[in-house]
T-cell receptor
Framework: AQSVTQLDSQVPVFEEAPVELRCNYS??????LFWYVQYPNQGLQLLLK??????LVKGINGFEAEFNKSQTSFHLRKPSVHISDTAEYFC?????????????FGTGTLLAVQP | DTAVSQTPKYLVTQMGNDKSIKCEQN?????MYWYKQDSKKFLKIMFS???????INETVPNRFSPKSPDKAHLNLHINSLELGDSAVYFC???????????????FGPGTRLTVL
């Protein structure tokens, strides 16, 4: 069975500091991995996705993630965060349901950027 | 604007009532979903429809009945509401085709349901 673990429920960081949000997955088959962001009182928005190819994936708003098959990880990074990056971040793995795509989400990490 | 929209945004109701949440997408997608986000922000899929046909039903109580009148709409009707149904419900859609596992899902803004 596929699952996703986000080890940190909350990550406080000062503005302009680098940040890493951790995500580990378990899957017995090929994986497709996603990071979504949820700003306060809004729906989810795709940050980036790994499908195949280069293990370093670049997304919107200066975020990037690295797929590491040996460590079954897909950590999200940003070299310098802004106050506006404060949001809940969800890692997800895609499971093919035969006719549709089911996303299995981690429990989320709250990125709290402080001035 | 092209998007996934949901109505209402907020829904407050008493236990035992029946309520509906509507979802519409104008992205031309064939597949639509309902997710439930609980008070701890945990997101779990409830249903998925592909071209008006139910594909995924994740052990959701029978009180929840999705209805898809056409592939642009997926409504969620809930009978006999319980306190535990309080959550934020998100609708989403994704493009069709053989690359579907790779496709991004586009989420609506959510409906916050509070059962008193």
């Amino acid at each position: 069975a596929q699952s996703v673990t986000q080890l940190d429920s909350q990550v406080p960081v000062f503005e302009e500091a680098p940040v890493e949000l951790r995500c580990n997955y378990s899957s017995s088959v090929s994986v497709y991995l996603f990071w979504y962001v949820q700003y306060p009182n809004q729906g989810l928005q795709l940050l980036l996705k790994y499908l195949s190819g280069s293990t370093l994936v670049k997304g919107i708003n200066g975020f990037e993630a690295e797929f590491n098959k040996s460590q079954t990880s897909f950590h999200l990074r940003k070299p310098s965060v802004h106050i506006s990056d404060t949001a809940e971040y969800f890692c997800a793995v895609s499971k093919w349901g035969g006719a549709t795509n089911k996303l299995i989400f981690g429990t989320g990490t709250l990125l709290a950027v402080q001035p | 604007d092209t998007a996934v929209s949901q109505t209402p945004k907020y829904l407050v109701t008493q236990m035992g009532n029946d309520k509906s949440i509507k979802c519409e997408q104008n992205l031309g997608h064939d597949t639509m979903y309902w997710y439930k986000q609980d008070s701890k922000k945990f997101l779990k899929i409830m249903f998925s429809y592909n071209n008006k046909e139910l594909i995924i039903n994740e052990t959701v109580p029978n009180r929840f009945s999705p209805k898809s009148p056409d592939k642009a709409h997926l409504n969620l009707h809930i009978n006999s509401l319980e306190l535990g149904d309080s959550a934020v419900y998100f609708c989403a859609s994704s493009p069709p085709g053989s690359t579907a596992p790779l496709n991004e899902q586009f989420f609506g803004p959510g409906t916050r349901l509070t059962v008193l």
